[in-house]
C-alpha cells in the first residue's frame, strides 16, 4: 500500500505528470490576464499615443498619467477618504455580521428562519428605485455630506452576503467547545468573542475583504452624497476622467491601476484565508 | 411652538438662519482637464478680490444629472450650476431652475443668437451661455493642406479606402447629415420627426458612406482616434474635445463642415450655460457678480485661451488672444451655423430610437424608411400620456384589509406554538440581530418599501399622480409593442432568463473545472494559478467592462484578431442578437468564475480525499468517482452560491449597460436595464421603471422559492 501512494505520489510531482493541467491553465490564466494587461498597457502609454490594437504589451512606457494623478492636489487626501470609509466599513460590517451571524446560528428563535430568508431577498432588490429614496432618507437623517453615512450605507450592503457565509462557518463549530465554556461559567458574550470568534478567523477576513471591497470601489453614492471635493473617495476621482463625450483612458487607467493594487495584495495576503472562509454550507451538508 | 418648528426644519435639513460672515455662493459642474482649470482659476481670482466666495464643487459627470434631480428639489442643491441647455425644457417645467439673471454688463445682446435661442424655453431665459459646441471638420495637412468645402471634394482623397471618420452610429454626429439634408428631430410643437423623407434621405447617405467603403461601418470615438492619429484616415468630424485624443506631431487643421449636394452640413449646437438652481437662497446681487466672473468678456477670455472653449460672447470672440486661434475661430464658426438641439423635454427620448434605426440602416439590416417609422412609434410610445388618476381609496382598504388578514394569520400560527415562551427565551438573540436589523431596515428596506410605492404612480415634471395599477397592465400586456418586440415586458423576460441561465452555467462549469484542476495538494505553482485567476475579481469592472467592450471592436479588437489567424472573416460583434449576447456572456463570465472557483476550492477542502482513494482503489473510473462521490457532496456547498449567483446575474445591470448597450434594437436588453431606461433616458418614468423593478422582484422571490423546494437546499 505504502509502496503505491508514493509511486502516486511521484507521479503527480513530476512536470510530466501534469502537463496536460499546465496545458489548460497556462492559456486560461492568460485570457484571464489579457483585459487587465491591457488597463496596464492604457495606464503607461500617454493619452495622445494611444491606439486600439489587439496587443495588449505596452509598446512605450511613461509614467506621465500616474505623475498627473498623484500631484493632483486632491489625490492624497481622497486617498486618504477611501481608506478611512472602507476602514470604517470594515470594521462595521464586521461587527454587524458577525453578531447577526452568531444569533442566526446559535439560536433557534421565533423569525429565524425568515430573518434567513430576508436577507436572501434583499439581495434581489433592484438598486435602480433605491436611489432616490436612500437619497431622502439620508438627507432627513442629517447624514448627507458625512463619511458616516457613507459607511452606514456600504457596511449593511454587505451585510446579507458576510451573514450568509458567516453563519455557515459557525454552523461547523462545534457546540462541546461552547457548552464546556458555559458549564465553566462562560457567558454568551465571552464564549461569543472568546470561542467563537478566534475559531472563525479565515471566515471574518473573508467578511473582511468583502466589506472592505463594497466600500472600495463604489462611487455613485459617494459622488451624490457628499458636497465637498475634498470629502469624495478615490473611486469618485477616477470618475471625474470620464466625461460624456470623450473619456481621459490613461488617467483613468492609471486611477484603476492605483484603485486595484490594494485590493489584489489584499487577496493575496488572504487567498489561504479566502479558500478556506467560504467553506462555508459544505460541512453542514 | 417654536421650538416645534425648529425642529421640524432640522428634520427636514434646512438649516434655519444662515450664519454671519461673507455670503458663499456655490457652483457645481461637470468639467474635467483644461476647462476645470479654467473655471478653477476664475473662482480663485474672484474670492481673492470680493468678499462674496464661491464655492465650487466638480462632479463626474456620471453621476452629475442625477445628482442635480436629487439635490435641487430637497434644498440640498447648488446656488449656480453649468450645464448643456438640452435640459432647459424638463428642468424648467420640473421646477428646477430659476430664469436667468444676465450679468448687469452682458445682457443677452452681448451673447450670439444662437446661444441664447437654445437658452429660451417657453418665451424665458433660462440661462446664461458661456461655451457653445458643436462637431467640425478636422483634416491632416499633410494630406489636405486646405479643407474640402464639400463632401464631393472630401471623397476624392478616398481612392476607394477609408477617407473619413466620425461616430456615425450615434444620432447626435448624425445631426450633421440630417440638418444637411434639411431634416430635423422634432416638429415645430415638439412631436418626434423622425419618419420624414429628409431623415430617410440622410440616412441613405450615411448608409451609402459606410457602403462604399469611405467611412468605417461600425465607429466609436476609441476608433475615430486611432484612424485619425494613425494616417488612416485624412478626416474627421468630431468635436472640440477631440483635440486632446490628436497624436503630437500630427499637423491639423479645424474647420467649418462640408457641404453635400450644395447644402451644408450643420451639426447640432449644444450651449453650456450658467444656470441658478431653484431653491438657492442667494441674493441677485451675488448671483449676477457672479455670473459676470464666469460669462463676462474677461471670465470667457480666460474660458478661451486656457479651457479652449469657443465662446458665446461676441465681445470677447474678438479679442486678440482669441481671435488669433484659428482653430477657436473655426469652432466659432461653425457654431454660428450649427442647429441649436431642441431644448423640448420630448427631444430626450428620440436618442434610444433615432440611435437605433440609424445603426440597423448602417448594417443594411433595414431600410431607412423602415427603420426610420419604428422609431417615430417608438418615440412617441415614450411620450404616451400618463395613466388616468385612479382612486386610492380601494387601494388603501385592501392594504388595511390584507394587513389585517396577515397580522390574524401571524397570531394563529404562533399560537400554541409558546411564541411568548420562545421569544423570552430568546432575548439574547434579538440583542444579537439588532444592529444589524437596525442598519438593513433604515437602508436597505425603507428605500425599497418607498420605491416599490411608486410603481402604484405616473411620474410627470415633478409631480406623481396614483395610478393604481396601470404601470402593471401596462407592461405585462406589453402595450403599445408585439409580443415579440424587443421593447416588449415578455421578449425582455425570456431574454434575461436564458442570459442567466448561460451565465450560471459557465460560471459554475468553469469554476469547478478550475478547481478540480488546483485541487492537487502537490501541484506545481497553484498558488500562482490561483491569484491570477482570481484577478477578475479584484479589478473593479467598471473599468474592465470597457475594455472587453473594447475586445469586441470589428476592427481593432483582439477577438477578431485572434479569429482572424484562423482564418475568421472579422465579426461585427454587436450588430447580430447571437454575437452581441455572447459578448455579453463572455464579459460576464470571466467576471464571475473565480467566485465559483474559491467557492469549489473551499468545499472540495473540506471533503474527505480517502473516500475518493478507496473508490479507486475498487476500480472506479475518474468520471464515475466525479459523479457518484465528489458532485454529491459539493452539491450543499454549490447550491446557495448557485442561487446568489443567480439571483445576482439576473440583475446585472452594468455589464449590459457597458458592453452590448443593449444593441442590437435593444434586444439584449435585459429587465433590470429596461428598467434603468424608463426612469432616466426615458421622459423620467419613475413609476413605469419600478414597477418593471417590483417585478423583476417578484421574479427572482418567485424563482429562490421553487429552486429551494426542488433541490431541498436550504439557502439559509
Known sequence: MSGKVTEHIDRRTTWMGQWWRHALLMPLSFLTLYPVLWVVKMAVTPSSAFELSANPIPTTLSAENFTALLSQGLFWRQLWNSILVSGATTVVGIVLSCTAAYAFSRFDFPGRKAGMNALLVTQMFPGVIMAIPLYILMDVAGLLNSLTGLTLCYATTAIPFCVWMLKGYFDTIPRELEEAAVLDGASRWMVFTRIILPLSKPAIAVTALFSFMTAWNEFILAATFMSKETAFTLPVALQAFVGDRSTDWGLFAAGAVIVSVPVMALFFALQKQLVEGLTAGSVKG | ?716
Not at chain 2, 452 to 457: E, Y
Open chain 2, 1 to 716: 411652538m417654536r421650538h416645534l418648528l425648529i425642529l421640524i426644519l432640522l428634520l427636514f435639513g434646512c438649516s434655519p438662519a444662515p450664519g454671519t460672515g461673507p455670503e458663499v455662493v456655490t457652483l457645481w459642474h461637470a468639467y474635467r482637464g483644461a476647462e476645470r482649470d479654467a473655471i478653477d482659476g476664475i473662482v480663485a481670482d474672484f474670492n481673492a478680490s470680493h468678499a462674496l466666495q464661491i464655492e465650487a464643487l466638480a462632479v463626474p459627470s456620471k453621476a452629475y444629472r442625477s445628482r442635480l434631480m436629487s439635490a435641487i428639489p430637497r434644498g440640498n442643491g447648488p446656488d449656480l450650476f453649468i450645464n448643456a441647455h438640452e435640459v432647459v425644457g424638463e428642468w424648467s417645467n420640473s421646477h428646477l431652475l430659476q430664469p436667468a439673471l444676465f450679468p448687469t454688463d452682458a445682457g443677452p445682446d452681448a451673447f450670439s443668437a444662437a446661444s441664447i435661442d437654445a437658452l429660451r424655453f417657453g418665451d424665458r431665459l433660462w440661462g446664461v451661455p458661456l461655451a457653445v459646441k458643436s462637431a467640425a471638420l478636422y483634416y491632416n495637412k499633410a494630406v489636405a493642406p486646405q479643407p474640402p468645402t464639400t463632401m464631393e471634394q472630401l471623397l476624392e482623397y478616398a481612392d476607394g479606402g477609408l477617407v473619413l471618420a466620425y461616430e456615425n452610429g450615434e444620432f447626435y454626429h448624425h445631426g450633421s447629415l440630417l440638418h444637411g439634408f434639411g431634416g430635423h428631430p422634432l416638429t415645430d410643437d415638439g412631436r418626434p420627426a423622425l419618419a420624414t423623407p429628409e431623415a430617410a434621405a440622410s440616412m441613405a447617405y450615411a448608409r451609402k458612406l459606410a457602403a462604399d467603403g469611405a467611412v468605417p461601418g461600425e465607429c466609436d470615438g476609441a476608433m475615430v482616434a486611432t484612424l485619425f492619429n494613425q494616417g488612416e484616415v485624412p478626416f474627421v468630424f468630431n468635436g472640440p474635445w477631440f483635440l486632446g485624443e490628436i497624436k503630437e506631431g500630427i499637423d491639423f487643421g479645424v474647420a467649418t463642415l462640408p457641404s453635400v449636394d450644395g447644402r451644408p452640413l450643420r451639426p447640432f449646437l449644444t450651449v453650456e450655460a450658467l444656470y441658478r438652481a431653484a431653491n438657492s437662497e442667494a441674493s441677485d446681487a451675488a448671483v449676477q457678480a457672479v455670473a459676470e466672473a464666469l460669462a463676462g468678456e474677461a471670465g470667457a477670455v480666460r474660458r478661451a485661451t486656457q479651457g479652449r472653449q469657443a465662446l458665446a460672447h461676441k465681445a470677447a470672440r474678438q479679442h486678440p488672444d482669441v481671435a488669433g486661434d484659428p482653430i477657436l475661430a473655426a469652432f466659432s464658426a461653425q457654431a454660428d451655423d450649427a442647429v441649436p438641439m431642441p431644448n423640448r423635454p420630448e427631444m430626450g427620448v428620440l436618442w434610444e430610437p433615432a440611435n437605433r434605426a440609424l445603426r440597423s440602416v448602417l448594417r443594411g439590416a433595414m431600410s431607412p424608411d423602415e427603420a426610420l417609422l419604428r422609431a417615430q412609434r417608438e418615440a412617441e410610445s415614450f411620450l404616451r400620456p400618463p395613466p388616468e388618476p385612479a382612486n386610492p381609496t380601494p387601494f388603501l382598504a385592501l392594504l388595511g384589509f390584507l394587513s389585517l388578514v396577515g397580522a390574524g394569520s401571524l397570531v394563529q400560527r404562533s399560537r400554541g406554538q409558546n411564541v411568548v415562551a420562545r421569544v423570552r427565551g430568546n432575548l439574547d438573540a434579538y440583542a444579537y440581530l439588532a444592529p444589524a436589523f437596525l442598519g438593513m431596515v433604515t437602508v436597505v428596506f425603507i428605500p425599497f418599501v418607498v420605491g416599490a410605492c411608486v410603481s402604484l404612480f405616473a411620474h410627470k415634471d415633478g409631480d406623481f399622480t396614483f395610478v393604481g395599477l396601470s404601470n402593471f397592465w401596462r407592461i405585462l400586456t406589453s402595450d403599445g409593442y408585439g409580443v415579440t418586440d424587443p421593447m416588449s415586458f415578455w421578449f425582455t423576460l425570456v431574454v434575461t432568463v436564458a442570459w442567466t441561465m448561460v451565465n450560471v452555467v459557465l460560471h459554475a462549469s468553469l469554476g469547478l473545472g478550475l478547481a478540480l484542476l488546483l485541487r492537487d495538494p502537490w501541484m506545481k505553482l497553484k498558488g500562482f494559478y490561483r491569484v491570477l485567476l482570481i484577478v477578475p475579481w479584484a479589478v473593479p469592472n467598471y473599468i474592465t467592462a470597457l475594455i472587453w467592450r473594447g475586445m469586441f471592436n470589428e476592427q481593432f479588437g483582439a477577438i477578431n484578431g485572434v479569429l482572424g489567424v484562423f482564418g475568421v472573416e472579422p465579426i461585427a460583434w454587436f450588430s447580430r442578437f447571437a454575437t452581441s449576447f455572447a459578448a455579453n456572456v463572455a464579459t460576464n463570465t470571466w467576471l464571475g468564475f473565480p467566485f465559483m472557483m474559491v467557492v469549489t476550492l473551499g468545499a472540495l477542502s473540506a471533503i474527505p480525499r480517502d473516500l475518493e482513494e478507496a473508490a479507486a482503489v475498487d476500480g472506479a473510473g475518474a468520471w464515475t468517482r466525479f459523479r457518484h462521490i465528489t458532485l454529491p457532496l459539493l452539491k450543499p456547498a454549490l447550491m446557495p452560491a448557485i442561487i446568489l449567483g443567480s439571483v445576482w446575474t439576473f440583475n446585472m445591470f452594468n455589464i449590459i449597460y457597458l458592453v452590448s448597450a443593449g444593441e442590437p434594437d435593444g434586444g439584449t436588453e435585459i429587465l433590470i436595464s429596461e428598467a434603468y431606461k424608463w426612469a432616466f433616458t426615458r421622459q423620467a418614468q419613475y413609476g413605469y421603471a419600478s414597477a418593471y423593478a417590483v417585478l423583476v422582484f417578484g421574479i427572482l422571490v418567485l424563482y429562490t422559492a421553487l429552486t429551494k423546494r426542488v433541490t431541498g437546499g436550504d439557502v439559509a
